[in-house]
């Protein structure tokens, strides 16, 4: 079971981000886009994640511990920070111009398409660039 529940969530969530079109970029873009050809379809994919999302972080806080691991893995820093603030800018401007964001791009992969792949092999670089540039996080 070790394997088989992230192995199971993993495909659970690629295939969602596939029926719901978050792994097209266009789509995404025409999301981002209020005030021009504005297409709000992807709103009940966003709050169907956030209101799953509340209830499964809610239920589990009753719990003492997950039903498939020894415990909880809950976030150790709390500050809202510069490196914070401005790892969300870049993140945000990154979607917006690209029209993908990490999990969606790595879904994309298997699709051989030279953008997805060079945006990934740029995501990937970035993230190794900023650990070593700026450091790893340090917990508070």
């Not at 789509?27 to 209101?51: C, H, S, T």
């Not at 209830?55 to 150790?76: E, N």
């Not at 970035?126 to 650990?131: E, I, K, S, T, V």
Request: hydrophobic fraction near 50%.
């Amino acid at each position: 079971m070790k394997h088989v529940i992230p192995f199971l969530s993993g495909l659970l969530f690629g295939l969602g981000l596939l029926l719901s079109g978050m792994n097209d970029p266009q789509k995404v873009r025409g999301f981002l886009d209020i005030f021009g050809n504005w297409q709000p379809e992807l709103i009940a994919v966003m709050g169907g994640a956030v209101v799953t999302f509340f209830i499964v972080f809610q239920v589990s806080k009753t719990r003492a511990r997950p039903l498939f691991a020894p415990s909880f893995h809950l976030p150790s820093l709390q500050a809202i920070d510069f490196r914070l603030m401005s790892g969300a800018i870049m993140f945000g401007a990154g979607w917006g111009l690209v029209g993908l964001c990490p999990g969606p791009a790595l879904v994309d992969i298997l699709s051989g398409n030279e953008s997805v792949l060079i945006f990934v092999g740029a995501l990937i670089a970035g993230n190794r660039l900023a650990h070593y540039v700026v450091g790893p996080v340090k917990s508070s």
